[in-house]
């Protein structure tokens, strides 16, 4: 048993302690996935925490036939979309100084302080909701297709289409704009 099980094992026989090592495992891979689909850092620490919930609330539904992961994403990724689709929610742009918001040494941070990190961050925030999500849980969570199929619940190739989808709007944005991703304009 590794020590994910072993943790949740614990909490499920009333060890809440142990449901502390899983937050701090997941909570900034979490959150800067929450935040690139919010946009706002209040909204996307309020959506984590309420997922963080969630998953405790409803840990004994847990089937270890899958990643605990992809689970615990489709927990909170099915909180944020349940939010906009009941209109409780609108992203609004805002500019976030990240260093402040998420732990400054976590890759994606150091990732995202040069410029065509920033580029990019923009290019993939022009994208509709469903298909940025898709953008960022295969390229920044490096989940699988067969993961995110099964955190957003739906087919496959929809998973397929829609990353073709996403990265051709993003080639005819930079064919359009220009900027550092030349390659993209050239099909890569």
């Not at 909490?11 to 909570?27: M, P, Q, R, S, W």
Request: charged share 30%; proline share 3%.
């Amino acid at each position: 048993m590794d020590e994910e099980q072993l943790w949740i094992q614990q909490v499920l026989t009333g060890d809440k302690e142990a449901y502390t090592h899983i937050i701090n495992k997941y909570k900034n891979q979490l959150y800067a996935t929450v935040l690139r689909m919010t946009r706002n850092p209040q909204d996307a620490q309020d959506f984590v925490q309420d997922a963080f919930i969630k998953v405790y609330r409803n840990l004994d539904k847990y089937k270890a036939d899958g990643p605990f992961a992809s689970w615990l994403y489709r927990v909170a990724i099915n909180h944020c979309m349940d939010a906009f689709r009941k209109k409780q929610y609108s992203t609004v742009q805002v500019e976030v100084d990240e260093e402040k918001v998420v732990n400054p040494n976590h890759p994606e941070i150091i990732f995202l302080k040069n410029e065509k990190s920033r580029q990019l961050e923009r290019l993939v925030a022009t994208l509709p909701d469903d298909e940025r999500l898709i953008i960022l849980l295969r390229y920044v969570n490096e989940m699988n297709y067969e993961e995110i199929s099964e955190i957003m619940n739906v087919p496959l190739s929809t998973v397929r289409n829609k990353l073709h989808r996403a990265k051709k709007k993003m080639r005819e944005t930079v064919k359009r704009e220009g900027g550092y991703f030349h390659e993209l304009s050239n099909g890569g």
